[in-house]
């Protein structure tokens, strides 16, 4: 089966000892059952902190997957101090779980065809895309005649559009998908011309007119994506994790939960957002992909669609709010490149959720699970 692959794919390499948000610290490392059960007669490398039988002795069961048990720091038992991992010095690639073999890299696959990509959560990958400025995917095959592969083939060219903002594109893309599922029950010819025309170069042209008369509060998305930012970090922050990075932003957005001076608010996070838009190719790229990797499954919807642009726009809600949160505590000194990337890779890490939690998340924390256009315009902003 063909594997297609974004014109990056084959730039990463993994800086191990020099990453410095490794994989191997403060997440969930799952260890698949044909590695457990290879594990069961592999001893640990000598210098392995407690040393035990076997490496399945350094695995526990949590909530239903078999990951491996942390160290009371977070680390994986088997990272060394030179930041290596001990498995892979001990024994090469081939001992470890398939997650740790794959990691960044994710393959999807369709009837037909298999995709790769990388995930936003590894360091390495932004800075191929900070230096790339733009990314090319691969066109599918059966693209233009299956409605789903051609709708997120022309927003991810919304995405990359350098004449819009990425907040700009985000809104008329969601604007667009909410009228492709009015529009869903029609026969697949006449689906894919009504494709075509909502993404016509007039379409969206009248559509982006429309959307900047449209008055967005920026005090309003702000107090939002603060909530939203908080929400997401509850759980990581009860269990102590990614404290370097949550800490501070958290303990600042608990404060303007509670007030602020609305002028002063308005002018900083005005003189935020020029500064953040240095960075515009890098999160055009960041967008573009997750689009790119995480809008289609191999059996999803065009509501499954919504849904995953859903979480995609909060993520980037919750991105852009923390960025914005340490740059205040930085007394909005210039915006550096590592900040960006470093929230970026944490809050990727923290909305890593699997399809069903994607839904409960979105059930449990807003009264209609598929949002308006109103909602999602609020948390992006203009
Ligand atoms: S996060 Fe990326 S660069 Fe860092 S150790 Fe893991 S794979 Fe390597």
């Not at 991810?156 to 667009?176: N, R, V």
Request: glycine share 4%.
């Amino acid at each position: 089966m063909d594997l297609l692959k974004p014109d990056y794919y084959d730039d990463f390499s993994c800086i191990a000892d020099k990453c410095t948000i490794s994989c191997c610290r403060e997440w969930k490392i799952n260890v698949d059952d044909v590695t457990y059960r290879k594990w069961k007669a592999v001893q640990p490398p000598e210098d392995v902190p407690g040393h035990r039988s076997s490496l399945q002795a350094y695995t526990i069961k949590k909530e239903g997957s078999r990951i491996m048990k942390m160290t009371e720091d977070h680390d994986c038992p088997f990272l060394a101090e030179s930041r290596l991992c001990r498995l892979v010095s001990a024994y090469g690639d081939q001992v470890l779980s398939e997650t740790c073999q794959i990691f960044p890299r994710e393959i999807h696959t369709f009837k037909g065809h298999e995709e790769a990509a990388m995930m936003p959560c590894c360091p390495a990958v932004l800075d191929i895309w900070n230096k790339k400025k733009n990314i090319v995917f691969p066109e599918i095959p059966t693209e233009k005649l299956k409605s789903l592969f051609l709708i997120r083939r022309k927003l991810t060219e919304l995405l990359m559009d350098t004449k819009k903002s990425p907040e700009e594109a985000l809104l008329e893309s969601f604007y667009i998908l909410k009228e492709l599922h009015r529009n869903a029950a029609c026969q697949d010819a006449v689906f894919i011309k009504i494709i075509e025309d909502y993404f016509s170069r007039k379409t969206v042209c009248q559509l982006g007119s429309a959307i900047r008369e449209v008055e967005l509060p920026s005090l309003d998305t702000m107090d939002e994506c603060n909530e939203i930012l908080q929400d997401l970090a509850v759980n990581y922050r009860k269990e102590e994790l990614y404290q370097k990075y949550l800490d501070p932003v958290i303990e600042l957005a608990e404060e303007l939960s509670e007030e602020y001076d609305g002028d002063e608010m308005e002018e900083a996070w005005e003189k935020f957002r020029r500064e953040f838009a240095g960075y515009q190719d890098l999160i055009r790229c960041f967008l573009a992909n997750e689009i790119y990797s995480d809008l289609l499954t191999p059996e999803g919807t065009l509501e499954d669609a919504i849904i995953h642009m859903q979480w995609i726009g909060m993520e980037y809600a919750a991105i852009r709010q923390a960025v914005f949160l340490s740059w205040q505590k930085n007394n909005c000194k210039e915006l550096d490149y590592e900040t960006v990337r470093d929230y970026i890779v944490v809050i990727t890490r923290m909305t890593g959720y699997e399809e069903a939690d994607i839904r409960e998340y979105l059930e449990n924390s807003f009264e209609e699970l598929l949002w308006d256009w109103g909602y999602f315009a609020l948390i992006t902003g203009k």
